[in-house]
């Protein structure tokens, strides 16, 4: 991949939040910005197994068990001790969380109390797809059931069609990659997250970049956002 910014992170880049709905492409960018910028990401699904010989870990483990939601205090208390983790001193990025508004709140005021973030607050970077987006990069997804080998039939098709090119397995569809299932989850995101995304969006450095682009360029206007959220950027 070429990089758009040829120097690597003098200065610190500070808490990085990255929101959009699953199939937007976070977990690419995540991985260009590790790579860039030698910050840690962040995921909630790591902590939680992480701290899950801890008593918060078990309280946990508890609501998980019953199906219930965790609630706010308990992912806060066990996100903390990992925010204040030396790697992060020069900026992390944050994967499914804040999830809800009281959570971008607490998250907020840790921030600043700690001096993690500057006068603008952290960086927000919303990585939106529409719906033809998020089908084709969904929907056309096929994975081989013998080797898990995963193909696209859009942009990374087998050489015969419905069959695996390793092992000529018959390729099968995932049920949460189903057209319906899809629109379904882009609604709910939306409706869900709207409320986050406009009270982020007032208290923070918030970009919001179009995600269907092709990968690189959407690395480029991610990179961009950060540069121009850096403290003692313009
Ligand atoms: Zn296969």
Redesign the pocket.
């Known amino acids: 991949m070429s990089e758009p910014f040829a120097a690597p992170a003098a200065r610190s880049l500070g808490p990085v939040i990255l929101l959009g709905v699953p199939g937007a492409g976070k977990g690419t960018q995540a991985q260009r910005i590790v790579a860039h910028y030698g910050i840690p990401q962040i995921s909630t699904g790591d902590i939680f197994r992480a701290a899950a010989d801890t008593p918060q870990g078990r309280e946990l483990a508890q609501y998980m068990e019953r199906g219930e939601l965790v609630p706010d205090r308990l992912v806060c208390a066990i996100l903390a001790p990992r925010l204040q983790q030396p790697d992060c001193r020069q900026g992390f990025i944050l994967d499914g969380f804040p999830r809800t508004v009281p959570q971008a709140d607490w998250l907020l005021t840790f921030l600043a109390e700690h001096r993690m973030s500057g006068a603008r607050g952290p960086i927000v970077v919303y990585l939106t797809v529409g719906y033809n987006d998020l089908y084709r990069r969904l929907a056309g997804r096929r994975t081989?059931?013998?080797?898990?080998?995963i193909y696209n039939d859009f942009s990374q098709p087998p050489q015969r069609p419905g069959l695996?090119?390793?092992?000529?397995?018959e390729l099968v569809q995932r049920r949460d990659d189903d057209p319906a299932v899809i629109r379904e989850r882009l609604i709910s995101y939306e409706e869900r997250t709207l409320p986050l995304i406009e009270h982020l969006r007032r208290r923070s450095c918030f970009h919001q970049i179009y995600g269907a682009d092709p990968v690189a360029r959407v690395t480029e206007n991610v990179f961009w956002a950060l540069e121009s959220c850096r403290d003692g950027a313009a």
């Open positions: 081989c059931p013998k080797c898990g080998r695996c090119d390793l092992d000529g397995a």
